[in-house]
């Protein structure tokens, strides 16, 4: 497709249930992040990939959080045991280069997951 | 302290004039820095970036950036209403990650 794609773009859960959260990145790009993005604030980092290595996980916020892409294009983005504080817009970013232009960075229109 | 500082706004310009948004950043090794425009409801999207000391131009928009002083700010002249969004300051690491501010609201009154 043309641009990063991310599903679903909204969810629902329960309070406990597991969820996953899907980005397919622009075709060729090499550098995938994902972000948490609350209301009224900016993007927070949550974690990196190059190609299927995932670099930097430093920004995930507990382990319940987990992503993997693992063959270097889908990324999947999964949260178990789904608290209210994992509510948010979850976003996903692709970049054709790493390094310092990593920066340059395509995002999806998220996915809003809401903890009931 | 965040590591990236922004004023959150909102800032409110008369249509035509020049709007100046303002970043502080505390990492004295970062070394790159953008700019993204957010529409509300919309993902950010690249409008500037800048990797050395100076000013850089791109049409109505202009960023300027100071690594001494650690200020990073984007100037949008002729602002029109459609400029209306929040900015979000950006600043990147050697090790690919990239930090965002909280965001600018600016609003562009006709």
């Known amino acids: 497709g043309a641009g990063v794609s991310q599903s679903p773009r909204y969810k629902v859960a329960k309070r406990g249930q597991d969820v996953a959260l899907r980005c397919d990145p622009i075709?060729?790009?090499?550098?995938l992040f994902w972000y948490q993005q609350a209301l009224g604030q900016g993007p927070e980092f949550l974690t990196y990939?190059?190609?299927?290595?995932?670099?930097?996980k430093s920004g995930l916020p507990s382990d319940r959080f987990f992503a993997e892409r693992p063959e270097g294009s889908v990324s999947t983005l999964k949260i178990q045991r789904t608290q209210q504080e994992d509510s948010a817009v979850y976003l996903c970013?692709?970049?054709?280069?790493?390094?310092?232009?990593?920066?340059?960075?395509?995002f999806g229109e998220g996915s809003r997951l809401t903890v009931l | 302290q965040k590591e990236v500082e922004q004023n959150s706004g909102p800032l409110s310009v008369p249509e035509g004039a020049i709007a100046s948004l303002n970043c502080t950043y505390s990492?004295?090794?970062?070394?790159?820095f953008f700019w993204y425009r957010q529409y509300s409801g919309k993902s950010p999207e690249l409008i500037m970036s800048?990797?050395?000391?100076g000013d850089k131009e791109d049409g109505r928009f202009t960023a300027q950036l100071n690594k001494a002083s650690q200020y990073v700010s984007l100037l949008i002249r002729d602002s029109q209403p459609s400029d209306s969004a929040t900015y979000l300051c950006?600043?990147?690491?050697?090790?690919?990650?990239?930090?965002f501010g909280g965001g600018t609201r600016l609003m562009v009154k006709p």
């Open positions: 075709s060729g790009h090499v550098s």
């Open positions: 970013a692709s970049s054709l280069r790493s390094g310092r232009n990593t920066g340059e960075l395509f």
């Open positions: 990492d004295r090794v970062s070394q790159s």
């Open positions: 800048i990797y050395s000391n």
């Open positions: 950006a600043v990147g690491n050697a090790g690919n990650m990239l930090t």
């Open positions: 990939f190059q190609n299927e290595a995932q670099l930097d």
